[in-house]
């Protein structure tokens, strides 16, 4: 909806979300490999949820021949 308020979520909820630890987070954030985030202050990061979402659905493949080649396997 495009009313909606930007919903910020919190490295422990994203964690939650994805089966990480918080660490674990913390880690692919500092190498890169994690959803997009956002800082908050000084020691806090946010991670906007459709930036989550979107960060998700551009992970998830029905097979590995989709996921190696980008495309669905014929």
């Not at 956002?38 to 998830?60: H, M």
């Amino acid at each position: 909806m495009p009313n909606e308020p930007l919903r910020i979520l919190k490295t422990r909820e994203v964690a939650a979300r994805l089966g990480l630890s918080p660490q674990a987070l913390r880690v692919k954030r500092m190498t890169g490999d994690s959803p997009p985030w956002c800082r908050l202050s000084r020691n806090r990061v946010g991670y906007p949820e459709d930036a989550l979402l979107e960060w998700i659905r551009s992970r998830t493949f029905r097979s590995i021949a989709e996921e190696r080649h980008g495309r669905p396997a014929a």
